[in-house]
């Protein structure tokens, strides 16, 4: 994997660039589209690739091992032959599930036992276990095994988890490092930068992830429900401290406020599932603000969902047929509207890499997030 520089803003940390892996290139700033177990929900493979034009996808180990399975995915080449998709591949490690399944999980030194959520069984994660998984899922970008802490988390807590985490780290590399991809293309290794919101200890995590020398880094344990200006605060000290010549990938963020201001402090990368679950529930992104098209005010509103989206360019969608899809249950309703979602958010991206290029990304980038917000 390959990074190149190419912009700076002048009034900001924002930066754009391009990372090179073996299934294509990734202009940043990106947002990556989150396919859990092996699809991004409601959406085809060729509209992504097409119509959103989305340049990389999200798996995650932990739910692509439980289903469909690693001799599955083996026997179909990788992760990418099995779903038919040509471009770059992210998989998280399942670190965040440490998090996430906190009532059927216990934590030690060798590792994390897992109670499937789907039948109870029992399952055991360690680092190297879960670069071997990896391997086997054959994403592009693979991501170290770590702990995501809550929030709150109490300081000592958060202080003994990142040394496990860098413990577990060291682990992760050492597998990495004396194995071989099984699909003939390169897998590069992420770090993960943790800490909770302890200043001291976020500088201590982003200094020894900085010093591992890992062609791109990754920062965890954010937007799980701390205020976003916590957030914003971490982000800004780690990225002061991560190497500047290597992508920076904030993980699980977020809105699209969170991600202007998390572009303006030096973020190449993000992921979330807000934009596809939100839209199965009814909210859509928009450049003026927010729609709850479940709302009566929308009921026979025959105008576009966005009047200038060029996403469906044979077919113009009105807000009272989106809103008349999703109250009758249509599965086109979801589709319709996780692809709106999405388009936006690979149009949030694009804008403000275009944007720092040409030297007006801040003073953009300080509108839009006055606007975004609103619901309309």
Not at 6 to 26: L, P, Q, W
Not at 175 to 187: H, N, W
Not at 310 to 330: C, G, I, N, P, T
Request: charged share 25%; with cysteine.
């Amino acid at each position: 994997m390959k990074f190149s520089l190419e912009a700076r803003d002048a009034f900001s940390k924002a930066r754009a660039g391009t990372v090179t892996t073996a299934h294509g290139e990734i202009q940043t700033p990106i947002f990556m589209p989150v396919g859990t177990a092996g699809t991004v929900k409601a959406v085809h493979q060729r509209e992504l690739k097409d119509d959103i034009k989305a340049q990389i996808i999200l798996g995650n180990t932990y739910h692509l091992y439980l289903r469909p399975g690693l001799d599955v995915l083996e026997k179909a080449g990788g992760l990418h032959k099995f779903i038919g998709w040509d471009g770059p591949i992210l998989t998280d490690s399942g670190g965040y599930q440490v998090y996430s399944l906190s009532k059927v999980r216990k934590i030690k030194e060798e590792g994390v036992t897992f109670r499937s959520h789907i039948d109870g069984s029992k399952h055991l994660f360690t680092p190297e276990i879960a670069m071997d998984i990896q391997r086997t899922i054959g994403a592009d970008i693979i991501m170290a095994f770590d702990e995501c802490t809550p929030y709150p988390c109490d300081y000592r807590y958060a202080a003994r988890s990142i040394q496990m985490t860098h413990r577990w780290l060291k682990r992760c590399c050492e597998r990495v490092d004396s194995t071989e991809p099984k699909y003939g293309y390169e897998q590069t290794l992420f770090p993960i930068v943790q800490g909770s919101v302890y200043k001291d200890l976020r500088v201590k995590s982003a200094e020894f992830i900085a010093s591992m020398g890992r062609e791109g880094n990754a920062i965890g344990g954010l937007s799980v429900g701390e205020p976003a200006e916590e957030m914003y605060g971490m982000t800004e000290v780690v990225c002061d401290i991560l190497p500047e010549e290597k992508p920076r990938y904030l993980m699980g963020v977020g809105t699209p406020i969170n991600i202007l201001e998390n572009i303006a402090l030096g973020v190449d990368m993000f992921d979330c599932v807000m934009p596809t679950r939100n839209a199965r529930n009814g909210m859509l992104f928009t450049k003026n603000g927010i729609i709850n098209i479940g709302n009566k005010k929308w009921a026979d509103d025959l105008s576009p969902i966005e009047a200038d989206s060029d996403l469906f360019a044979d077919q113009v969608y009105s807000k009272a047929y989106l809103r008349h899809l999703m109250h009758s249950k249509e599965m086109l309703g979801a589709q319709i509207a996780t692809l709106h979602n999405l388009n936006f958010y690979l149009w949030l991206v694009k804008e403000a890499r275009e944007r720092i290029i040409n030297g007006t990304f801040y003073e953009w980038k300080n509108k839009m997030v006055q606007v975004l917000g609103q619901k309309l």
